[in-house]
């Protein structure tokens, strides 16, 4: 076993165990009929409410992968683009480590729809920094209006907690100003990259902050059924999560999410509303999104069979197809 490979469980492994400890601690003083009855206590409006909002989410998160595509100036098409973002990060969000563990799914699909390594390694980073102004955006909007919460989770001054919200603005900001500016182009060793054009980083940047705005969206529907949370607390909450989540590296945020948004907002996030996020968010899209890649997983296999099979050559020599999936 590779020493890369050895790190990798190793975080799992620790991810795991932390993600575990973090679901113990919040959830101990509770059984488990209490928390199947405070789920039920949900109302089915608040539920289909928050199962649209989390439909929006991954809708946003395609564009993501759009955005990505077209970077790289590629004309695949946009159910593809769906199809190959929808499975990669329905699965990656869930088993953690998201970039490594979505980033071999999409590669599996773009390389067989014919993209090279290169291309599909500037799609996936792409959507990383789309991932990192999304949060950005949203994390300085929070910041700037509802300082007070951030400053007493992070003890730290109203003052500064808003000057942390300016600064994550002001670096949106410098990025759209760099993609209408800059189009010298960055090497790293072989590999060159450039800037977007303004038009995909103002797509990034749109597409990134709808996409958090509406997990909060999903967040605050939930635990609304059993408190009065406003949409800015819930945000702020949901803000801080993914704060703790990229320190820890647990698995799909399982245990600090809830951990950190049970800190942030008490008593009104009900036990119920925390199992309900998770398992609307991270749950369903992950059961939908499992056995679709296995069907796909499958198509691929049947077109690959018959392509050797019309061309005569060993299954390891067939050329990838490049229509439908």
């Given at each position: 076993m590779t020493r890369k490979k050895i790190l990798t469980c190793l975080m799992l492994v620790v991810g795991f165990g932390l993600a575990g400890y973090l679901l113990y601690h919040t959830f101990r003083e509770h059984s488990v009929s209490e928390i199947v009855e405070s789920v039920r206590a949900i109302p089915t409006v608040n539920l289909l409410a928050a199962l649209g909002f989390a439909f929006g989410s991954y809708l946003c998160l395609t564009g993501f992968d759009w955005a990505g595509v077209r970077y790289v100036k590629n004309d695949l098409p946009y159910p593809k683009i769906a199809l190959a973002s929808f499975v990669s990060l329905s699965i990656g969000q869930s088993v953690g480590l998201a970039g490594l563990s979505s980033g071999a799914l999409r590669y599996r699909y773009y390389a067989h729809w014919g993209m090279s390594t290169e291309d599909i390694a500037k799609i996936v980073l792409l959507s990383g920094v789309t991932v990192g102004i999304g949060m950005?955006?949203?994390s300085g909007i929070v910041l700037v209006l509802n300082p007070?919460?951030?400053a007493a989770v992070l003890h730290l001054r109203e003052g500064v907690i808003v000057g942390i919200g300016i600064a994550c603005l002001a670096a949106t900001a410098g990025y759209l100003a760099l993609a209408a500016f800059?189009?010298?182009?960055?090497?790293i060793r072989s590999w060159t990259f450039r800037m977007p054009v303004l038009k995909i980083a103002v797509a990034q940047v749109v597409i990134g902050t709808l996409n958090f705005a509406l997990v909060s969206a999903c967040?605050?529907?939930v635990m609304a059924a059993s408190a009065d949370v406003s949409y800015l607390k819930a945000a702020t909450a949901f803000v801080l999560a993914n704060l703790a989540i990229?320190?820890?590296h647990a698995p799909g945020g399982l245990g600090v999410l809830e951990a950190t948004v049970r800190h942030v907002m008490g008593d009104a996030a009900s036990i119920g509303?925390?199992?309900a996020f998770r398992v609307i968010y991270f749950f369903i899209p992950f059961f939908i999104g499992l056995p679709l890649s296995l069907i796909v997983e499958a198509v691929f296999r049947v077109r690959k069979a018959k392509r050797q099979s019309q061309d005569g050559l060993p299954l390891s020599e067939a050329a990838p197809a490049q229509n439908l999936v």
């Amino acid at each position: 076993m590779t020493r890369k490979k050895i790190l990798t469980c190793l975080m799992l492994v620790v991810g795991f165990g932390l993600a575990g400890y973090l679901l113990y601690h919040t959830f101990r003083e509770h059984s488990v009929s209490e928390i199947v009855e405070s789920v039920r206590a949900i109302p089915t409006v608040n539920l289909l409410a928050a199962l649209g909002f989390a439909f929006g989410s991954y809708l946003c998160l395609t564009g993501f992968d759009w955005a990505g595509v077209r970077y790289v100036k590629n004309d695949l098409p946009y159910p593809k683009i769906a199809l190959a973002s929808f499975v990669s990060l329905s699965i990656g969000q869930s088993v953690g480590l998201a970039g490594l563990s979505s980033g071999a799914l999409r590669y599996r699909y773009y390389a067989h729809w014919g993209m090279s390594t290169e291309d599909i390694a500037k799609i996936v980073l792409l959507s990383g920094v789309t991932v990192g102004i999304g949060m950005a955006v949203l994390s300085g909007i929070v910041l700037v209006l509802n300082p007070g919460d951030a400053a007493a989770v992070l003890h730290l001054r109203e003052g500064v907690i808003v000057g942390i919200g300016i600064a994550c603005l002001a670096a949106t900001a410098g990025y759209l100003a760099l993609a209408a500016f800059v189009r010298a182009p960055l090497k790293i060793r072989s590999w060159t990259f450039r800037m977007p054009v303004l038009k995909i980083a103002v797509a990034q940047v749109v597409i990134g902050t709808l996409n958090f705005a509406l997990v909060s969206a999903c967040l605050r529907e939930v635990m609304a059924a059993s408190a009065d949370v406003s949409y800015l607390k819930a945000a702020t909450a949901f803000v801080l999560a993914n704060l703790a989540i990229l320190i820890t590296h647990a698995p799909g945020g399982l245990g600090v999410l809830e951990a950190t948004v049970r800190h942030v907002m008490g008593d009104a996030a009900s036990i119920g509303s925390l199992v309900a996020f998770r398992v609307i968010y991270f749950f369903i899209p992950f059961f939908i999104g499992l056995p679709l890649s296995l069907i796909v997983e499958a198509v691929f296999r049947v077109r690959k069979a018959k392509r050797q099979s019309q061309d005569g050559l060993p299954l390891s020599e067939a050329a990838p197809a490049q229509n439908l999936v």
